[in-house]
């Protein structure tokens, strides 16, 4: 075996072809929503998970996302600033914030969800429905995988 051959080759490797595939896919679709709605895919990361998760703290909602207090509040105040999250008081906590998506925000993030689908449907189209069906179904899985190496 050559010394070319024994080298490795990370564009080979599947979690970097992953990666590269959710950075790009990230990347397009930012492009469509970034100038028209003021925000960047941190914020649109947010606004999904808002609508997932709501109501929810910004500490847990960090959680969620693997962000630092500092990401998280610069992320939320130009949310809060372009008037797309709701923040109030925990009753139970008042030291805790409660955010949750607003109409505006709700608006702005099913337009982005159609942007999203729309792409997906892209970059799945030149799979058979039965070979989207195994596809998922794989990425599930190499998902349940990975989050078993954690414990």
Request: aromatic residues 10%; charged residues 30%; contains cysteine.
């Amino acid at each position: 075996m050559s010394e070319q051959e024994k080298l490795f080759d990370i564009r080979d490797w599947v979690p970097y072809q992953l990666w590269r595939l959710s950075q790009e896919a990230g990347y397009i679709l930012e492009d469509n929503y970034a100038r028209k709605y003021n925000i960047t895919g941190d914020s649109w990361r947010f606004m999904a998970m808002l609508a997932s998760l709501a109501p929810i703290s910004a500490k847990r909602l960090g959680e969620y996302l693997d962000c630092n207090q500092v990401q998280v509040t610069r992320t939320l105040n130009k949310l809060l600033d372009n008037g797309y999250v709701s923040r109030r008081t925990d009753p139970k906590d008042r030291r805790k914030v409660i955010l949750t998506l607003n109409d505006k925000g709700a608006e702005v993030y099913q337009s982005i969800v159609e942007m999203a689908k729309d792409l997906e449907a892209k970059l799945l189209a030149q799979m058979s429905e039965g070979e989207q069906v195994t596809f998922r179904g794989t990425l599930k899985g190499l998902l349940t995988t990975v989050e078993g190496f954690g414990n």
